[in-house]
């Protein structure tokens, strides 16, 4: 969440000539509501579950780079699926930048309370923290790890492109 995904993946798509696709606006065209509203009207678990019939399809798909939201991969199912059929990529930021970048959105359902509310600072910090805590076990797996910490958009999308050439050629 907020490590830059969606302005790097279509930058990155575009460099290896691939196709660009985001899982939530995938999601979202599916079911014609934002994640937010699935968040807010049906829950976590119901965007979860679009979720994992979103990677199933697009995991079948060759030569495009895909964008997951912070959560897909935060589970042992949707973890294997991506690592056995794609390349995992994760542009990894420090708490501090990670809060630094998303404090001022308001389209992120993970960082509101139950009731919608955005969270105080404070609340921002232990939630983010919290999120890190818990999905880290699974970005530690990826194929491909990017410290993007304080890198432009054009050098993390360079060493990205250099680090799975070798990998995509393979396939």
Do not use: W
Not at 80 to 89: E, M, N, R
Not at 95 to 116: H, W
Not at 148 to 169: F, S, Y
């Amino acid at each position: 969440m907020g490590s830059g995904k969606s302005t790097i993946g279509p930058i990155l798509a575009n460099t290896l000539g691939f196709e660009y696709i985001d899982v939530d606006h995938h999601i979202e065209q599916k079911t014609n509501k934002r994640v937010e509203e699935i968040f807010s009207s049906e829950g976590e678990q119901a965007f979860r579950t679009l979720e994992r019939e979103a990677l199933l399809e697009l995991t079948e798909l060759n030569n495009c780079v895909i964008s997951l939201g912070g959560g897909a991969i935060a589970n042992e199912e949707n973890c294997q699926l991506v690592l056995q059929k794609a390349i995992l990529v994760y542009l990894k930021l420090s708490p501090g930048e990670i809060i630094q970048r998303v404090q001022y959105r308001s389209n992120r359902p993970m960082l509101k309370d139950k009731q919608g509310n955005k969270l105080s600072p404070s609340e921002l910090k232990n939630r983010v923290l919290d999120l890190m805590s818990h999905r880290e076990k699974y970005y530690a797996r990826a194929d491909v790890v990017i410290n993007a910490d304080n890198m432009h958009v054009g050098a993390t999308v360079d060493e990205i492109v250099k680090n799975i050439h070798d990998m995509i050629n393979e396939e």
